[in-house]
């Protein structure tokens, strides 16, 4: 097995299997919930179209998996610093790409346990069916690398500040930043600043992507585009974490 | 005494007449509606209260009236979360005045409803009401509360669940 994959089982242990592993998974399927029911109780949501509901969700999932992937990316270097564990892992036997992908590889494991609690819901609040197929499909292509993206932008900035605290408060102002679509729906496309933020933006095109598709209908051909800036983002922040890290010295 | 037959007479009129103007109130849809309103769609009725008399009507109160009439279910509608804008006060409408107001409305329910301006001012012992409007409401696929709650609860039910078995075992271990 290789080094980079014995860091991400561990980490992935770390994450899923534990204690505090439960507690976040509760936390977050705490929240959907409260997203939930609060679509059936409030008078003005319950009688949102169906897609435009399951749109809703998928786009809250994913915010929340950008969360969590800022949380464990802030922690993930500055915080092994903070405990005193750096240096062991420094000297380990593996390569910095081994690093960044192994601590990347308890995210994903995160990402994808959180995923998976997300589709009862998607199911649930898309009861006339309409797309739940696309819904379901879409939160996991564009999802992960936004997510993963995010994960690795937290991580880079975990290794530059070596301050948990210093590369959480920086990420979560990026995440609020990019995630500020979600808030202010499609108002934002209304100033040419405005599209040029949509268009340039990861959490935006996958937003605009779940919209295309749920509640659209329209094909993938269609969403290639916006695959291709979050794919992008996954790329530069993958590429901003490996330097980060490689400019660690011990 | 032709004097004061007229004044006697003069006198029964003004006994006889009411006291307050009398009213008319038109109530149409307004044509931007849809055709085919479904759940959640916003409609707007538009009414006009014209005073038809020689005097002022004063103290005018008009509001509207939701009234469904699906067989089975004919009740009067709480417009609560129907709309915002349920009534409305007029301190005086000068003979001949006419008041135009909209009615806002959310769609909220399927099925049949008729819908009613009334309106009444200071003194009068009735009310004067629209003619009623028709409309028909079509159903629209919505969150279902079925599917919703047992998933909202029952999901932290059981990672909660999970975390109480695993603290469970831990301790059993130690």
């Known amino acids: 097995m290789s080094a980079a994959l014995l860091l991400a089982r561990k980490e992935s242990a770390e994450l899923v299997k534990s204690g505090r592993g439960l507690a976040w998974l509760l936390a977050l399927s705490v929240a959907l919930s409260a997203l939930s029911l609060l679509l059936v109780s409030n008078t003005e949501l319950s009688l949102l179209d169906n897609a435009q509901v399951v749109y809703m969700v998928m786009g809250t999932v994913t915010a929340l ?5 800022v949380l464990l990316g802030a922690d993930a270097i500055a915080g092994e610093k903070e405990r005193g564990s750096l240096v062991p892992l420094l000297l380990a036997p593996l390569s910095t790409g081994d690093i960044v992908f192994g601590k990347i590889g308890g995210q994903l494991a995160a990402w994808a346990v959180a995923y998976l609690i997300a589709l009862p819901y998607v199911w649930a609040v898309g009861s006339s069916g309409q797309n739940l197929g696309q819904a379901v499909a879409y939160l996991a292509l564009f999802g992960t690398p936004v997510v993963l993206g995010f994960g690795f932008y937290a991580l880079g900035l975990s290794a530059r500040f070596g301050s948990v605290r210093g590369a959480l408060a920086a990420s979560l102002i990026t995440l609020i930043l990019l995630a500020s679509p979600l808030v202010l729906g499609p108002g934002l496309r209304q100033s040419a600043v405005g599209r040029i933020f949509d268009a340039v933006n990861p959490f935006a095109a996958a937003l605009n992507s779940f919209d295309s598709a749920v509640i659209d209908s329209q094909p993938l051909s269609m969403q290639l585009g916006r695959l291709g800036v979050a794919l992008v983002w996954l790329a530069l922040a993958f590429w901003f974490a490996r330097r980060s890290v490689q400019a660690l010295e011990i | 005494m032709t004097k004061i037959a007229t004044l006697l007479a003069a006198s029964l009129f003004l006994l006889a007449s009411p006291a307050w103007a009398s009213l008319e109130i038109s109530l149409a849809p307004a044509p931007a509606n849809p055709a085919q309103p479904k759940m959640g769609d916003n409609l707007k009725f538009e009414s006009v209260i014209a005073n038809t008399d ?50 806002p409305m959310r769609l909220i329910q399927a099925g049949d409803y008729r819908v009613v301006i009334s309106a009444v001012q200071r003194g009068a012992s009735r009310p004067v009401t629209s003619p009623l409007v028709d409309f028909h409401v079509e159903r629209k696929a919505v969150v279902e509360s079925q599917r919703i709650l047992p998933v909202a609860f029952g999901m932290p039910a059981l990672l909660a669940a999970l975390a109480l078995l695993r603290r469970r075992r831990r301790l059993r271990v130690r």
């Open chain 1, 65 to 69: 998996g950008a969360l969590l992937a």
């Open chain 2, 54 to 103: 020689a005097a002022s009507a004063r103290g005018l109160v008009a509001w509207i009236s939701l009234i469904q009439v699906d067989p089975g279910h004919e009740q009067p509608v709480d417009l609560e979360d129907w709309s915002a804008h349920k009534a409305l006060a007029q301190g005086e409408l000068a003979p001949g005045a006419k008041l135009s107001v909209e009615w």
